[in-house]
């Protein structure tokens, strides 16, 4: 099994900024994706934020330009800058990683994801 740990959330005023981390651990073979998806209350989970194995980087129109996503190959870890962060960001984030072990397909894995909240 593919472990993720998020980590980063929490409270900011709006204009403010936060850093999501996400380590994937286990007997990881290679990771072919990571990415960050939200959820506000009422919505469906969206795609924030995609980095592929070959290095691209895709971004949903509402975030383009304040968020950054990053990943650490030698850490197995993901992670979203997320700057001039509004109100309408506030979400659970959840990372999610494509990932194969050895001997098996790439199989999809999702974090437990982290309530980050834009607010005065």
């Known amino acids: 099994q593919v472990q993720l740990v998020e980590s980063g959330g929490g409270l900011v005023q709006p204009g403010g900024s936060l850093r999501l981390s996400c380590a994937a651990s286990?007997?990881?073979?290679?990771?072919?994706?990571m990415a960050w998806y939200r959820q506000a209350p009422g919505k469906e989970r969206e795609l924030v934020a995609r980095s592929t194995s070959g290095a691209s980087t895709n971004y949903a129109d509402s975030v383009k330009g304040r968020f950054t996503i990053s990943r650490d190959n030698a850490k197995n870890t993901v992670y979203l800058q997320m700057n001039s962060l509004k109100p309408e960001d506030t979400a659970v984030y959840y990372c999610n990683v494509v990932a194969q072990m050895i001997g098996e397909i790439p199989r999809n894995y999702w974090g437990q994801g982290t309530q980050v909240t834009v607010s005065s």
């Open positions: 286990g007997n990881i073979f290679i990771i072919n994706a």
